[in-house]
């Protein structure tokens, strides 16, 4: 489950010296009610990093949930660890398409008895 | 900034006055805190005042934010600022005032959820709806004046759908028969039909009801992911301890819901396995993750916070289980649970000041 990142696990459009640093990143955002990060979970829909900017997509699997912002702010402060210091960071909330178990991870599904 | 500072100042204060207010009504109910509660003229609407403190001015409060929080329209928080201050106007007497308030909140509290279901379209999200929906229900008995048999159903079956809701958001992470979605729902249909039932049928609709939360419990225990966070550690385990202790308590309170339709003087064993060992049996298990994203106060998880769990539960062994024996041992237990509950509190500030300490002051509040 906190295994090391695994990197094809979402889109990833950019330099390939970044790939690696920022799937390990987003890997330490961890949901505390379950103990699976966020990569684990399929929450990551794409990470693009062109010239100016570094921009994660992320879902939530409840709009209903108060933790939300929680999860954005952390994934922010561990994107800026990594993320060079002339790249802005941009974390955005999406939820199309919804998310869905099959997103999942194939170590978090085993946890979870699939 | 300084504004939403006010603000959760705000916020905090009438959830807490309104905890505060309930567990004196509570107490008092029960003869702890006056040596006789029917000396005075209103036992049944301070009975009723009790529950309208916990359930609508503390737990409705705090669910209100939780969902103001979620949306992010700044609106949404006219739902908590009314069953907040609707709280108070009860504590002092303000009757009408109160529970128009109450309805208001409510109301707010629904349009807050047709929001989130506008959002996302999912079975959980329409039964976050369906719960608000009944707290309307509840609220609107409760300013009409009707008696608690009729009001306490929808009022629980506002949390117990909340919570249900949320329980099967969560089990989309887990393998699960199909039929796990539609179960639920047959089951809180089953609540709803209960408790419309309450008004007019205390009997049946009181059958109904304790049947619908004892199938409630096994659905949890059967589906929900608790069974297999449990296994993990820290937070989620304790998370997990919270809900399987809370699942027990459903069971328990379902039974005795039951029993007392059918004449059983377990009346306050219903009452207070769901709303204690249930309700908030999950508040503690979830303040430690929630209170930092809607209070922004950072907290220091530690095996600490298992101590006011066991409290609570050992507590409520006294009141319910011991208490069915003799009526100073219940009193007792009644007064343990409010102890458990302060200890609860006392630890969340606890570790935030260990947090603090821990981290330096600078970074312990964000805005």
Known sequence: ?????????????????????????????????????????????????????????????SAACPVIDLIMDEAEAELDKVVPPELQIRVELVWEPPWGPERMSAGARRFMGW | MHGRVLARALFGALAGASLAGGIAGGLWRLGVAVPDPH????TGQVLLVHAALMICGFLGTVVGIERAVAVKHRWAFAAPLASGTGALCLAFGQQAAGAWLGVAAAVFFLGVNAVVVWRQRAAHTLLLAAGAAAWVAGNLLFAFGRESGAVFPWWFAFLVMTIAAERLEMTR?????????????AVLALLLAGAAWSGTGPRAGGLAYGTALALLAA???????????????????????????????????????????????????????????????????????????????????????????????LSLVVRLVLGSFSTALRAAGASLNAAAIVFFAVTVAGAAVAWRIQHGAEGARKD
């Open chain 2, 219 to 313: 659905w949890l225990a059967v589906f929900d992911i608790a069974r297999r966070t449990v296994a993990t550690h820290g937070i989620s385990r304790y998370m997990a301890v919270c809900l399987l202790g809370g699942y027990a308590w459903l069971a328990v309170a379902g039974a005795a819901w039951a029993a007392a339709a059918l004449g059983g003087p377990t009346r306050d064993i219903a009452l207070h396995a769901l709303g204690l060992g249930f309700v908030v049996s999950m508040v503690m298990g979830h303040a430690p993750v929630v209170l930092p994203a809607i209070a922004r106060i950072k907290l220091r998880f530690g095996a600490f916070f298992y101590l006011p769990l066991a409290a609570l539960h």
């Open chain 1, 1 to 61: 489950m906190s295994s090391p990142a695994d990197t094809a696990a979402f889109p990833y459009d950019g330099p390939e010296p970044l790939r690696e640093p920022l799937a390990a990143a987003l890997a330490r955002v961890v949901d505390p009610e379950i103990s699976m990060n966020i990569v684990d979970v399929g929450l990551v829909y794409g990470v693009t990093v062109d010239a100016t900017v570094a921009h994660v997509r992320l879902t939530m699997t």
């Open chain 2, 173 to 185: 992470l887990m393998r699960r028969r199909p039929a796990a979605s539609a179960a639920l729902q």
């Open chain 2, 39 to 42: 000396s005075f003229a209103w």
